[in-house]
């Protein structure tokens, strides 16, 4: 009886080219990929600001008026991008250069870490 359950393993155990698997085969079939997932985008708050500058009249930003300029700053000092503060493409060109030279002229702090 001992030699019959030996008989059975040997030829259980016995391996073909058949139960042999293809590498290839197995991702075609599942669908592995060695691709990198794509990074997220992130999301953009879209407010249906209207130019503040454009409603007032404002016809040109001048570095002279620091008062406006600060509005356009956040705490620490930094431009405010036009999605946050809400001014059309032409202004915001205009309230860029104002604030460079508003600093130069060291009537606006530069950023700063505090």
């Known amino acids: 009886?001992?030699?019959?359950?030996?008989?059975?393993?040997i030829q259980e155990s016995k391996v073909t080219l058949t139960d042999v698997y293809d590498e290839k085969t197995i991702t075609e079939d599942e669908g592995f990929s060695m691709q990198k997932k794509k990074p997220r985008?992130?999301?953009?708050?879209i407010?249906?600001?209207k130019c503040?500058?454009?409603?007032?009249g404002?016809?040109?930003v001048t570095?002279?008026?620091?008062?406006?300029?600060k509005k356009f700053t956040s705490v620490r000092g930094k431009m405010i991008s036009t999605e946050k503060s809400g001014a059309c493409h032409k202004h915001q060109k205009q309230?860029?250069?104002a604030i460079k030279r508003a600093r130069y002229m060291a009537l606006l702090p530069y950023a700063s870490n505090e």
């Not at 985008?41 to 708050?45: F, G, L």
């Not at 503040?52 to 007032?56: A, G, I, T, V, Y």
């Open 1 to 9: 009886m001992a030699e019959e359950v030996k008989k059975t393993d």
């Open 41 to 45: 985008r992130k999301r953009r708050v």
């Open 47 to 49: 407010q249906n600001l």
């Open 52 to 56: 503040p500058l454009c409603e007032s």
């Open 58 to 60: 404002v016809k040109e």
């Open 63 to 69: 570095y002279k008026d620091v008062y406006q300029l």
């Open 95 to 97: 309230l860029k250069s």
